[in-house]
Every structure is written in structure tokens, then in C-alpha cells.
């Protein structure tokens, strides 16, 4: 996966006028946009399909995808159906449940990312301390898409190790959540950035900064 100025944009407001007004803004520097739960149940799944129709973009679906194995092939078949084109599955259901995730995308031909570790505090509880072992079953199924935390750069190095080099890794946390995008891309492909940019007066302008500070 190639990912434009290494940014993707987490696109998680509520209103599609919005959403289209800060994809008009800022698509000239990105080709790579998360969208989740905020906005799909807000609008609908349709909103994947209607941003595909609209903008030159590629859509990872921010799902967590997390329960069993013919649950999860049921919700990863019918949201890469709608147009997205990955699609972000929990680790930590196992084994049966991260590969009937695995399954149901490349029958489609298209992709999942597993979720190691969070990029919030309350993640240190109970996700931190399994999320290397995530990372080696999903070393162990072949996975080569990854999402791993940037705000805490000691994990993000720890599970890039695991993972190896040619694993692509992108990282959530940045702006207010306190990561710096070019700290964070010393070990991330790219990095994951929301409210910094989609709650500026000016998308546009912030996103350029962020370009100018990792260039």
C-alpha cells in the first residue's frame, strides 16, 4: 500500500456536507482517508460508496472488527461490498477471528489491517500487554498491514521489530492526542491524523503544515 505525503486523513465528523467540504480541501495532498463508526452510523454505509463516487481516494474502514469468526466474516464482506477498500480487524479475538477477517477481504481482493495496540491511555490496561503477541500471530497468518500507536513511540519500535520492515504499519495519535507526526514516521509508513485537521477553521492550511514539518 502507497499512501500520498505518508498521511492519512481520520475522517470522523457526523455531517456529509462537512466531510465533502474537507475532502475538497485537502485531496489534492492525500489519496488515503479512515472513516469509522461517527460518520457510517451517522449517514449510513452508503457514505463509503458516495465518497468513492465523489473523490480519488482509498478508504480504510475503521471497524475494530471484534467478535467471532462468522460474525466477522459477515461485517468484513458487507463493508469492503460498499466500496472501502481495507478494512481495520481486532487482534485480540484470536486466532479463528482475525483469519476469517483475512479470508473474507482477499476474496474480495482487498485487505485488512490488524489493530495491536491503541493509541489511548486505557489501552495500557489490557491491550498493552498482549499487543506484541498480536503482533506475532498476525506475523504468523501472513498479515502484512498493521496499525500500532503514536503515542507511545517505545511500543510503535517494539511491535516495527516484530513486524519487520516490509510490513506496512500506520499509526493513530497524532496532534491532540499528543504524537508528532515525524517522530512517529521513523517507524510508521504513515501516520494517522484527525481533529488536527478536520476541526481547523482551515483543513487545507493545517495539513500543509503537518506536510511542511515531515518533509
Do not use: W
Not at 21 to 43: C, F, N, R, V, W
Not at 110 to 128: C, N, R, V
Amino acid at each position: 500500500m502507497k499512501v500520498k505525503n505518508q498521511i492519512i486523513l481520520a475522517l470522523d465528523v457526523e455531517e456529509k456536507e462537512k466531510a465533502f467540504s474537507i475532502l475538497e480541501e485537502t485531496t489534492q495532498y492525500l489519496d488515503t482517508i479512515k472513516i469509522g463508526y461517527p460518520i457510517t452510523l451517522a449517514l449510513g454505509p452508503k457514505i463509503i460508496t458516495d465518497i468513492k463516487d465523489n473523490f480519488d481516494v482509498k478508504i480504510i474502514a475503521d471497524f475494530k472488527v471484534a467478535d467471532i469468526d462468522a460474525t466477522n466474516e459477515k461485517i468484513v464482506r458487507n463493508t469492503l461490498n460498499y466500496g472501502a477498500d481495507s478494512i481495520i480487524v481486532h487482534g485480540f479475538t484470536g486466532e479463528d477471528s482475525v483469519t476469517a477477517c483475512k479470508e473474507a477481504a482477499e476474496k474480495l481482493g482487498k485487505e485488512i489491517f490488524l489493530l495491536t495496540e491503541m493509541s489511548h491511555p486505557g489501552a495500557d490496561k489490557f491491550l498493552k500487554p498482549v499487543s506484541l503477541d498480536i503482533a506475532q500471530m498476525g506475523v504468523e497468518l501472513g498479515i502484512k498491514n498493521y496499525v500500532a500507536p503514536a503515542t507511545k513511540l517505545d511500543r510503535l519500535k517494539k511491535i516495527r521489530e516484530i513486524v519487520g520492515k516490509d510490513a506496512f504499519i500506520i499509526s493513530p495519535g497524532v496532534g491532540f492526542q499528543g504524537g508528532e507526526a515525524k517522530d512517529t514516521l521513523n517507524y510508521a509508513n504513515a501516520a494517522i491524523i484527525g481533529r488536527s485537521i478536520y476541526n481547523s477553521e482551515s483543513p487545507q492550511e493545517s495539513l500543509e503544515q503537518i506536510i511542511k514539518s515531515i518533509s
